[in-house]
């Protein structure tokens, strides 16, 4: 679309100071491969892969034309009660082959705070079902994001994500990030009989990119297996690929009750989420006549983004791309430990899967409270796109990015971080 744009914009952002953005929004206008332009025409390397779901890329026409052929066909209907369509079943066979639990359902919803709203809602309801009703206890890491629906509000571990909304889903707990032991310890004192279920993402992203410590995840799974809590996955950026594997769990070899997925099932070019259910938790309504998940939004299943799903796994799989977030994450780290060189940082994270963080000082944030716009904005200046989160700046580039683009990446953040150290 041509023409001026509207500088007094209507359009109020996600997670932005509207008193400032809309005066100047940063408008991207096309993309290819790992690449973004802006309305100048200035090119961007693309190191978040948009919101952490381009894993396939910019430009794949191969989606594109998945999506336009099925939407010329049926665009949508609806998947309430028997309605189907054949994307939705062809795409749920393909994610359920690929889960870790043979046998496993797919539930499909419109992206990945929806995915969460779904698992925590089954994983209450699965106990209603087998008679344990009193199982409702969600419990949460520190620094987790599980999106900003109701539920996802109330997992937040991220406090400023949950402030000023009042109490919305008062049984959820929060315990440390890395400490297996104080999930045991907050099960053991709410009482496993009150609890439903343990929400985890594999590597922490939206809280600051917090890889789990070795033996984390094994021993979290065990430690729900013993008190009958289910494990959810939240695998929404750790899916398709990010960690090298479908759903993030493989590695680790654990085996979740649930999974929560989006982002990088459609690589972001449709939205789509869903959950992957294990055997185990669809028993009660696949099995028992009358017992009913009454839960799902409209565009469950919807034909077209399903469709766009199947090319973008068919993408993954025929490029080898799933194993690549596990092949380049040494690279990535290496690339961004260049701002070990710089006292304005104080941590550089990742090293499990292609994504990772630089973190800022306290002490620098402290003079520059607005230090991680700062540096994001540094890097754009340096032709580099990437995320901005509470004290560190994020990276999560497509799964297609080579090592020269990582070479640009990395002289990019030791520019940036030197121009702000001069600052100091
Ligand atoms: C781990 C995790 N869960 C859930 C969500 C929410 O997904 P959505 O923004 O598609 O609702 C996100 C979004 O970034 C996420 O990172």
Redesign the pocket.
Known sequence: MKGPINMTSSFWHPFADMSKVSKKPFIIERSDDVYVWDTEGNQYLDATAG??YMNVGHGRKEIVEAATKQAEQLPVYSTFGDFSNRPAETLAEMLSERSPSPGSKIFFVG??????ETATKLARRYFSAIGKPEKTYLIHRHHS????NGI?TSLAGIPANAAGFGPMVRETEEVPTHDAEALEASIVRLGADNVAAFIV?PVI??GGVHPPQPGYLEAVAQICARHDILLIV?A??CGFGRLGGWFSSERFGIKPDLI?F??GVTSGYLPL?GVVVSPKVASPFWDQPGTIFRHGPTYAGHPTCCAAGIANITILEREGLIERGAQLEKDLLEALKVGENYSVVSEVRGGVGLLGAVELSASFLSNYPQGIMMLQDEMRSRGVVTRALATSLAFSPPLIIENHHLEQLSQALSDSLHALEKLT
Do not use: P
Request: hydrophobic share 35%; no cysteine; charged share 15%.
């Open positions: 919101l952490w992206g990945g705070g929806e995915a969460v994001y599980h999106g900003t996802g993402e992203g939206a939240d929404v950026i929560t989006a982002k989420g």
